[in-house]
């Protein structure tokens, strides 16, 4: 016979003695969550830590034959105190019980104290439970607590009575007050876990404001644009466009680019003028498969992306002497005494990083992540760098 028990720092499962009348109570208090909530009150670092008392304070609980009325038989096992993990309890009447952390030198435990039961699974757990800081009094500053129990394996009948006993929520009384876990009975796990999933993707989106990989942690993929794969080559952004005004009106179509050929990556994005337009599109393109556009099957899927927002930066962006959408800027003055400003431009789907020193305008062949160059404007173009009026921006268009 098995539990599964849930504790504040994860799992571990105990196989118990089943020729053990101790391991047949804990079971049976296991089975009517007489342990859900209590803590681990005690934990003495490579030596045991105790658990089992609903008050909390290590001076409380009852076997199941108590509990019932009943006299309790005499606590014996063939188990030793020969291994880590070994479950034992210092009173066969009690509720309480132990679990060593280490698994030599407590052959002495063995003539005073009941072993029924081992942790057979979890003990990397009962290592955090070990290395947790107390006090002076062996309780941990934070709350361990023991979460619930599940029982795994049950081959015995249950005792008549058992679930007419009502048991107390565990409490703690008279105790030092410690750190809390955070634990509390009446929240709903599967709501708990949402809302701790949303606080991680919170800080990961904030992160990545911090970092610059995407303008604002508040941002979300838009709700009114379908991304589109598997486009062939020659199909343009017009096309594109004209052949999804079929579901509504398109506010833009945009066909991911070579930044340095200018050829198609044979994916896009269309925007929709509306949310319910794109619904449409998605379930009529989407639930047949795709759509034929020049010779090939165009897969289509809600937008999960950040990426439109700087390939269809219409009206989005303000925009540089030529018309190219700048979407970020630095500045500052080198050491001969210029103005340099560094811009990151997007001319047409096109990412283009622009250096100008002294009013005029550089263009780098290739997007660079490195510092400005310290040096006069007339010898850019000695180390890469080009007049941007030489740059082709693909028919960019200023924005009103």
């Given at each position: ?285 989407g639930g047949k498969g ?61 990412p283009i990083l622009v ?46």
């Open positions: 016979m098995a539990v599964l028990v849930t504790t504040s720092l994860g799992d571990l499962v105990i196989d118990l003695d089943c020729q053990s009348q101790v391991a047949y109570s804990f079971l049976k208090l296991c089975k009517i969550k007489y342990y859900d909530g209590c803590l681990f009150h005690s934990v003495q670092r490579d030596f045991v830590a105790q658990a089992g008392d609903p008050t909390g304070a290590g001076s409380g609980g009852d076997s199941i034959f108590k509990l019932l009325g009943r006299d309790s038989p005499a606590g014996k096992s063939s188990m030793k105190h020969d291994d880590i993990g070994m479950v034992a309890t210092p009173n066969p009447n009690g509720s309480q019980f132990y679990i060593a952390t280490r698994g030599h030198g407590l052959e002495y435990l063995d003539e005073k104290h009941v072993v029924f039961g081992k942790v057979a699974e979890g003990l990397d757990t009962l290592e955090k439970i070990n290395e947790a800081y107390v006090n002076e009094s062996f309780r941990p500053y934070k709350d361990i607590r023991i979460k619930s129990v599940a029982i795994l394996d049950d081959p015995f009948d249950d005792p008549e009575g058992l679930y007419s006993l009502k048991i107390p929520p565990c409490e703690q009384k008279n105790v030092v007050t410690t750190l809390d876990d955070g634990w509390n009975p009446t929240i709903d796990e599967t709501k708990m876990e949402i809302e701790n999933r949303a606080r991680e993707a919170r800080s990961r989106a904030v992160v990545l404001e911090m970092v610059g990989d995407i303008p604002d942690a508040e941002m979300k993929p838009p709700e009114n644009v379908l991304f589109a794969r598997n486009l062939n080559r020659v199909t343009e952004e017009e096309d594109l466009g004209l052949i999804f005004q079929r579901f509504g009106k398109v506010a833009e179509a945009s066909i991911i680019r070579d930044h340095k050929t200018g050829e198609s990556l044979c994916y896009g994005f269309i925007e929709f003028a509306n949310r319910e337009s794109c619904e449409e599109a998605y379930v009529k393109v795709g759509l034929l556009i020049d010779d090939r099957w165009v897969q289509v899927d809600f937008s999960q992306s950040l990426v439109a927002f700087i390939c269809m930066p219409t009206k989005r962006m303000p925009t540089n002497s030529l018309g190219a959408h700048v979407l970020e800027q630095i500045q500052h003055k080198n050491q001969h005494g210029h103005h340099v400003k560094i811009l990151l431009l997007a001319a047409g789907n096109m250096l100008m020193v002294a009013g005029k305008e550089f263009h780098a062949d290739r997007l660079l992540s490195v510092a400005p160059p310290a040096r006069p404007a007339h010898a850019l173009t000695a180390v890469g760098w080009r007049p941007l009026n030489d740059l082709n921006l693909g028919g960019c268009e200023p924005s009103d």
